[in-house]
């Protein structure tokens, strides 16, 4: 497909690395495609980064029609810049599209748009340590009137934002709270699709934990409240009496890319992997005879952060002696070491541009 490309006028001048933060400073430009039914994408188009019309009846703004992707391309040493897994997101972008009745993205198209934004944009890659380019793939229903039946008009963009090291002041293990009244998602809903109805339900628990003192809340299952399911909006693991166990796949769910990217890791190291219903009573017994030996929670902002504490109940588990334990740190300078370059790529994830 073409893409017509608007240059912007002034170029802005590239932020200092030590004030960027997430998702606060965003590039020059963006890319927009139209769809509509029976006639598919068109209009594919990198325009200046901006406020952009949209109708006050569109469905994303009524009916919650929205859904999102987030990767990262990275800096190499030598100067190059490389994507994590991209064909992932390009995928798990269309199971999302499915569930919402959005339309889907051909898989090659989506990887030629994705390559030549971050080719057209990939000045702005930082390369101070720890530093990315943060990538926003996103989709709504743009239908111009209030009648609610599935999607004719959709508009699909991706916008980039230089950011921060995740840890500037070292991996600090963080303090979870164990929700145990809202849930995030429900078997049968919207769980494994990257939607923000799913952030918009989840604000509320996020909101009191922070008011308690705590970094994140811990979900437990909808139908029961009784099986783990994630942390925050990141995956979680534990390593429980040195079988590391991580919440099945049900539905309710994200599929995170980087919980996948850690599964694969800890088995080519021969690590044994569950994953596998975990209750709420197995990980307070195995917190309560101490052997629940670490946790952390895995996504692509924070590649693994550490648990150190787990308040369930009133009750407060230490886990690790609120250190970062050795599999958490193994796993992240591995993932870290692929995305940046810094270790041989064995797994064949890093994709790189230009
Ligand atoms: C995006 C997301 C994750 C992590 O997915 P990654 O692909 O690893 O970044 C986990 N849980 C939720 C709810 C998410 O939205």
Not at 346 to 352: D, E, I, P, V
């Amino acid at each position: 497909m073409e893409i017509r490309i608007e240059r912007a006028a002034q170029l802005k001048a590239k932020p200092d690395p030590s004030t960027l933060g997430f998702g606060k400073i965003f590039t020059d430009h963006m890319f927009i495609m139209e769809y509509e039914a029976g006639k598919g994408w068109y209009d594919a188009r990198i325009v200046p980064f901006g406020p952009f019309p949209i109708h006050p009846a569109s469905t994303a703004l009524h009916y919650g029609s929205e859904i999102f992707e987030g990767l990262k391309a990275y800096r190499r040493a030598d100067g190059k810049v490389q994507m994590f897994r991209p064909i992932e997101n390009i995928r798990r972008m269309n199971n999302s599209a499915e569930r919402l009745c959005l339309p889907q993205i051909p898989e090659d198209l989506a990887m030629e748009i994705l390559t030549t934004f971050v080719d057209y944009e990939k000045d702005w890659t930082p390369s101070a340590p720890g530093t990315s380019l943060y990538l926003r793939p996103f989709m709504f229903g743009n239908d111009e009137t209030l009648g609610v039946h599935a999607v004719h008009h959709a508009t699909y963009m991706i916008i980039a934002s230089p950011v921060g090291s995740y840890y500037k002041e070292g991996i600090n293990p963080v303090k979870i709270m164990i929700e145990a009244e809202d849930v995030r998602a429900v078997r049968g809903g919207t769980g494994y699709a990257k939607c923000g109805g799913n952030y918009a339900a989840s604000n509320r628990a996020g909101q009191k934990a922070e008011q308690k003192g705590y970094a994140q809340v811990l979900w437990l299952d909808g139908v029961e409240r009784k099986y783990i399911e994630e942390v925050g909006a990141m995956n979680v693991m534990f390593k429980i009496n040195g079988e590391i166990v991580t919440p099945a796949l049900t539905g309710s769910i994200l599929p995170g890319i980087t919980r996948k990217s850690c599964i694969e890791v800890l088995k080519s190291k021969g690590f044994k992997v569950s994953e596998r219903l975990l209750s709420i009573d197995e990980l307070a017994q195995a917190m309560a005879d101490g052997t629940l030996e670490e946790a952390w929670g895995c996504g692509t902002a924070a590649v693994v952060s550490p648990i150190g504490e787990l308040c369930y109940k009133d009750q407060i588990f230490t886990v690790n002696g609120g250190k970062i334990g050795e599999v958490t740190q193994m796993l992240y300078d591995t993932l870290t070491g692929i995305q940046w370059g810094k270790l041989e790529d064995s797994f064949g994830w890093t994709q790189l541009i230009g």
